[in-house]
């Protein structure tokens, strides 16, 4: 089934330029005129992704886009804000409003079709988070900063965090066959770090987060980038917590940014021949 994108403007002649353009590319489009109807549309259509101008009458993007933001059923919707006005000035109200992107017209197609294949990976991600007690910090780019037993505490965290990365690998190896059909060479790299952080609201007046700062942040960031496609590389704390789980490649010592000391890490290869691939252990509460 193709992905649903809804394209908000009152301007007629915009909206069918960008469902024209989306439809072309396999998409479903379902449009709306105005911000109340937009809702409307997001409530009954179910979206995947909203493209959403910035000045309409009535209820602008950005009212739009915080009533969004403010519905737990639609907080983490991708939203694209599009306006014709200053880009730098609408793009600091879009990102307060809780934008996740911004495009100015006249709309750049290539860079259109870019930033909405990326959200919606990114969208496809999030969505097979949802059975693992996760809490999703923050989106960076095409990546996600993920993190368990905060605030939700969670017995058995590095083993709730190896079993999710392998269950997203595995979804991600049948979509690569769909996208490599289609001219797109992605896919996915993951690290898993565990220890201390300092956890809560981080920002200043008008954008706050719930995040987490610390050095098993860093590290973990450090070993998503340093993971091939397909890697789920770990720390050595986290493989003493699920040696029992999963076969490993050693990897040695790693030089990671901002460690003065070769950081030891494995490669998740498979689960263990004793253990199944189950996800009931991962998904309670």
Request: with cysteine; aromatic share 6%.
């Amino acid at each position: 089934m193709p992905e649903k994108i809804l394209v908000v403007d009152d301007v007629a002649v915009n909206v069918k330029l960008l469902a024209d353009l989306l439809a072309v590319k396999g998409y479903a489009v379902v449009t709306a005129a105005s911000g109340a109807e937009a809702l409307e549309k997001i409530d009954k259509e179910q979206p995947g992704l909203v493209l959403l101008d910035v000045m309409m009458p009535g209820m602008s993007g950005y009212d739009v886009c915080r009533k969004l933001r403010q519905n737990t059923a639609t907080a983490m919707l991708p939203v694209i804000m599009v306006t014709a006005l200053d880009p730098t000035q609408e793009r600091v109200k879009g990102i307060e409003a809780g934008a996740d992107d911004f495009l100015t017209t006249p709309i750049n197609q290539p860079e259109l079709l870019a930033r909405v294949k990326s959200l919606l990976r990114i969208k496809l991600l999030h969505d097979e988070l949802a059975d693992w007690n996760r809490t999703l910090e923050r989106f960076t780019g095409d990546g996600m900063m993920i993190f368990f037993n905060d605030p939700v505490p969670v017995p058995d965290g590095p083993e709730r965090a190896v079993r999710m990365a392998m269950a997203m690998r595995e979804r991600v190896d049948e979509l690569l066959v769909k996208w490599h059909k289609r001219g797109y060479e992605l896919d996915l790299g993951i690290g898993i770090a565990q220890g201390y952080a300092t956890i809560g609201a981080i920002g200043f007046e008008g954008r706050m987060d719930y995040g987490a700062i610390g050095t098993v942040t860093n590290m973990a960031a450090r070993l998503c980038g340093e993971a091939k496609p397909r890697q789920i590389l770990v720390s050595q704390r986290v493989m003493g917590a699920v040696d029992a789980l999963v076969e490993v490649e050693e990897l040695g010592g790693l030089a990671l940014k901002g460690f003065s000391k070769p950081v030891p890490a494995f490669n998740v290869l498979r689960f263990s021949g004793s253990v199944p691939p189950s996800r009931d252990r991962a998904a309670g509460a």
